[in-house]
């Protein structure tokens, strides 16, 4: 069975800018959550789609959105990057009740 | 209420030594426990998990133990080698899917 996949894999982009990026669930996973990493906040929890909904939303500003297709894959946007969105940037799908994570995209903003 | 803390941040054993990780929740509501462990570079990988309703589960060298009237749980790891040596979160999540991380402790399993 093929792990979650987020592409890609790093991304520099400057500020002002946006991003998207992107994370293929586990086969017959229909939960997707995105996560924010730094060292100084730790794993946040951003939002989680499940068959094409927002599910639940963590305390990030508007500036953060996402979506999911009816494939189960779901895109996360960025807009108006800022210095301080510089992080990794994971993916988890869930089956029943397990979360599994993707490598994550590596976002420097610069 | 949504907090998890672990302890310690960081943490030295030799090879074969058992490092233990603490974690405390306060939402009553969480009902499951994963710990994941992340290497540089990596994403974290589920490890090990546990529900309120056992006190101990092994898989492995790893081991939950689980105070439910504490709000406390733990991970052991037995006979520890130096390719343990990573980041280790505890995690808890309640009906909703979203997991709550604790800050995470850097092991390293020196020779």
């Known amino acids: 069975k093929a792990g979650v996949t987020q592409t890609p894999r790093y991304l520099i982009k400057t500020r002002g800018q946006q991003v998207t990026l992107s994370c293929s669930p586990i086969s017959g996973h229909r939960s997707v959550s995105w996560y924010q990493q730094t060292p100084g906040q730790g794993l946040q929890f951003l939002f989680e789609?499940?068959?094409?909904?927002?599910?639940n939303k963590g305390n990030f500003p508007g500036r953060f959105s996402g979506r999911q297709f009816s494939n189960s894959r779901s895109e996360m946007n960025v807009s108006t990057l800022e210095l301080g969105d510089s992080a990794l940037y994971l993916c988890?799908?869930?089956?029943?009740?397990?979360?599994?994570f993707g490598q994550g995209t590596r976002l420097t903003v610069v | 209420q949504q907090q998890v803390k672990q302890s310690p941040q960081s943490l030295i054993v030799q090879k074969g030594g058992i490092p233990i990780i603490n974690c405390a929740y306060e939402n009553t509501a969480f009902d499951y426990f994963p710990w994941y462990q992340q290497f540089p570079g990596k994403g974290p990988a589920l490890l090990i998990a546990i529900r309120p309703d056992v006190s101990e589960k092994k898989e492995g060298r790893f081991t939950i133990s689980f105070n439910k009237s504490a709000k406390q749980f733990s991970l052991h790891i037995m006979d520890s080698q130096p390719g343990d040596s990573a980041t280790y979160f505890c995690a808890a999540t309640g009906t909703a899917s979203k997991l709550t991380f604790g800050t995470g402790t850097r092991l390293q399993v020196t020779l």
């Open positions: 789609y499940f068959s094409e909904t927002q599910r």
């Open positions: 988890a799908t869930r089956g029943e009740t397990e979360a599994f």
